[in-house]
């Protein structure tokens, strides 16, 4: 057998393509991922050289490179994308939505790039949530969708959720009936890599080690108690000085940090979690119990933790889309 | 004249060294500066080369080749110093001491290096605040000397003070009857360098052009309203929404960004601050007056300000330890 075969024929092809990687998604009926492929042609990392004179023509050999053999085997498949693709960076802007937002909305406003010889690709917007401090996501509104669809099945989904999306910036989302609501971001995981490779605080620590749970839940309980009052920006300088009183190896100081970042984070958001809606957790997992620990530490329920749903939530816009 | 030589006998040779300077003062009688010399051998930055065999003689080169003169015509002016020399990367460790501290207390536990054909060296030493969340400071409490010296002389000077030292890690130091008896450290200058350098926030920043006095207001308002609530870990991304919303042009973002830093700090002390002690400001005149503005916007008293003061810090000291 061809190892490109499908088994079974694909009735979408399903993109996540972010600023450092794409991912493709053969998807079957009912929403099946049938094969996964991933390439580091992220939007800020498409092939260059011969033949590609556009920046249309560098995304549509990333696109090519991946999974051209889909496209090629399957020209009746409709395509979708979500991601840093749709940004003013990306292949073209799909221009922010407002709130509230689900996902009949998101698939009204997908932008449409025709691709000569192929199939258009469907590119989701992000969202804009206006105000005094605006907010934006471009790719969890596709990670919302698909937690909402992980749970559309065989049980029965709370009205109000309130969806965590650890990472780099970890974004909080209100969801009511199936409408995002409101959101917040928090640069929690860009400021722990600032702080751990472009401050005096990085000088201690020593990175690589295995996860050190009590150095986490010391930071952890430093966020959340009385001791951090005064704030991140204070907090954090006791990395160094816990060090150089040699109450904390240099080995434990990475997951102290990370400790006293998510507890700040969590403890900032207590009110609004004590409010009483069921808390998921989507993202890689390692860091989602990290963020469960916390929630824990607070007295809050243990949440769900769910990943890999973005191909789900490109399925229900594209269902909404009427693409499948 | 030879341009070295100065108008009257020193008394008093004071350095004020730290990482990445050494300045030097020739002190007269009563603590006046009589001349002020700078340069770049900071601690971590010392000279190399034939006949520097050892860290001592890397500091005793650095030295002479700042103030050889002065010693050689002055052999008997006793020589003090703050700062990072006194570090454990420094000529020698001058331990830390513990709160509450005065001059006295400082003068006494001076380190003393000796120096081979010439007066001693009197380092003194940084200071300790023990404590679940300890705190450190190695130069500041020469600052803090030199501020109290700058008062002592015809004017009533408050039993209690509140001393901020604005700077790359500012400090913070609770002043009873001439004691430090508390101190706090927030990492405000450092996290504005990592955020503004080596985050996403840089990427639409606009850095060098002249200062954006309504920016920082806004940054101010934000950190210390409601709007801030969440903290800055969720404030910081602003700087990037306000821009992706062509609400904030990249030339506004560094100052919003420094008035969103300060404000968070200043609204972390809000209540020590309204506790009543007079608040003094001390350091770099124009990041002072960022913090005096940051004071004012929160309803606190406009705070004196003073600089330069390291010099009468070393010679309160020097007066403490007898050496004057």
């Known amino acids: ?12 092809i399903a993109l996540d393509w972010g600023t450092s990687s794409l991912r493709a998604y053969a998807m079957g009926a009912h929403g099946a991922v049938l094969a996964a492929r991933r390439s580091e042609h992220g939007v800020m990392h498409l092939p260059a050289g011969p ?8 995304f549509e050999q990333a696109l090519q490179a991946l999974c051209g053999d889909w496209l090629a085997d399957h020209p009746s498949a409709p395509l979708i994308a979500c991601g840093m693709v749709g940004s003013a960076q990306g292949w ?8 509230p937002s689900r996902e009949a909305d998101l698939a009204e406003a997908v932008t449409r790039i025709e691709r000569p010889g192929g199939q258009p690709l469907h590119v989701v917007p992000g969202l804009l949530q206006a105000g005094e401090l605006p907010n934006v996501m471009r790719g969890e509104e596709t990670q919302i969708m ?3 669809q992980s749970r559309a099945n065989g049980r029965h989904t709370p009205s109000r959720l309130l969806i965590g999306l650890p990472g780099t910036h970890t974004k909080w989302a209100w969801v009511e009936d199936g409408a995002v609501t409101r ?18 605080l ?12 009590p150095a986490f839940a010391r930071g952890l309980r430093v966020a959340c108690s009385k001791l951090g009052a005064l704030g991140v920006l204070s907090t954090v300088f006791s990395v160094r000085t816990l060090g150089l009183t040699r109450q904390l190896p240099g080995s434990a100081q990475p997951d102290y940090l990370s400790g006293l970042l998510i507890g700040h984070e969590v403890a900032a958001l207590a009110p609004a979690l004590r409010d009483g809606p069921a808390v998921v957790l989507c993202g890689e997992p390692e860091l989602c119990l990290r963020y469960a620990t916390a929630l824990e530490a607070q007295g809050l329920p243990t949440p769900e933790i769910r990943s890999g749903v ?6 229900r816009i594209a269902q909404a889309a009427e693409l499948v």
């Open 202 to 213: 990085g000088r201690t620590m020593e990175l690589g080690g295995p996860q050190d749970e």
């Open 92 to 99: 073209r802007e799909a221009p922010y939505q407002p709130l």
């Open 51 to 58: 033949g590609v004179d556009s920046p249309a023509a560098a």
């Open 146 to 148: 698909g937690v909402l």
């Open 183 to 200: 959101f917040e971001t928090f640069m929690t995981g860009e400021v722990y890599a600032a702080l751990s490779q472009h401050t005096i």
């Open 1 to 12: 057998m061809n190892p490109t075969e499908l088994l079974e024929t694909p009735v979408l």
């Open 310 to 315: 973005t191909p789900l939530g490109l399925w």
